[in-house]
């Protein structure tokens, strides 16, 4: 038996639900019922699949981490409790956005879909490019068309990675707005990310 085999021997003795757990542990972003389903060979029925996710969260049930569906798939998500202990290890912060950065994303939550014109009217300055580009980066904004009207300004409006980051099934979900601030960062109070350029008054030239 040359060393292929022994490889494929090894693989088989992992059981379907071992290899959803492993799956759904080490990857970062939340995986389709498809997906997941396609991980084995033959591939799961759905039937077969459900029965393992429903394992899988009865195992985990009153742990740290809880198997959770979002919008865009299943993926394990730390329990709020554990978040204060967590914050002790020495590890990588969740970004502190500016409050421009913040301000802007609140209005494209609660407005969507806008264009930078409405979002400078409600504002009252200009918005830095710098601001919609973190806010793309991070993944929680996108373009989804443009408004019929002089220039065909983009539409912006948040996205199914901003709805799973909060865990939230749709938009009727979110919460008032004086909360998305500390839903979004906790340490609000903290110093931001600051932009590299400071946004100016808007003017009535600038009014497009």
């Not at 009207?149 to 539409?155: D, E, K, T, W, Y």
Request: charged fraction near 25%; hydrophobic fraction near 40%; proline fraction near 6%.
């Amino acid at each position: 038996m040359n060393q292929l085999d022994i490889n494929k021997t090894d693989e088989n003795k992992l059981s379907p639900e071992a290899i959803i757990e492993a799956a759904l542990l080490t990857q970062s972003e939340a995986l389709s019922e498809m997906t997941l389903r396609n991980l084995c060979e033959p591939p799961l029925s759905e039937q077969e699949l459900k029965s393992i996710l429903t394992a899988l969260k009865e195992r985990w049930h009153a742990r740290a981490l809880s198997l959770t569906l979002t919008v865009e798939g299943w993926r394990f998500q730390v329990m709020g409790e554990a978040l204060n202990h967590l914050a002790k290890l020495d590890v990588q912060r969740t970004p502190r956005y500016s409050r421009a950065v913040l301000e802007t994303l609140a209005i494209i939550a609660y407005q969507q879909p806008v264009t930078r014109s409405d979002i400078e009217a409600i504002r009252g300055v200009t918005v830095s490019s710098h601001v919609l580009q973190t806010l793309q980066d991070r993944g929680w904004i996108e373009i989804i068309g443009q408004r019929d009207s002089v220039g065909r300004p983009n539409l912006w409006a948040t996205t199914t990675t901003f709805l799973s980051d909060l865990q939230l099934d749709d938009l009727s979900q979110l919460p008032p707005l004086t909360e998305l601030g500390e839903l979004i960062l906790p340490d609000i109070n903290d110093p931001a990310v600051d932009e590299p350029t400071a946004e100016e008054p808007l003017t009535k030239t600038e009014e497009v």
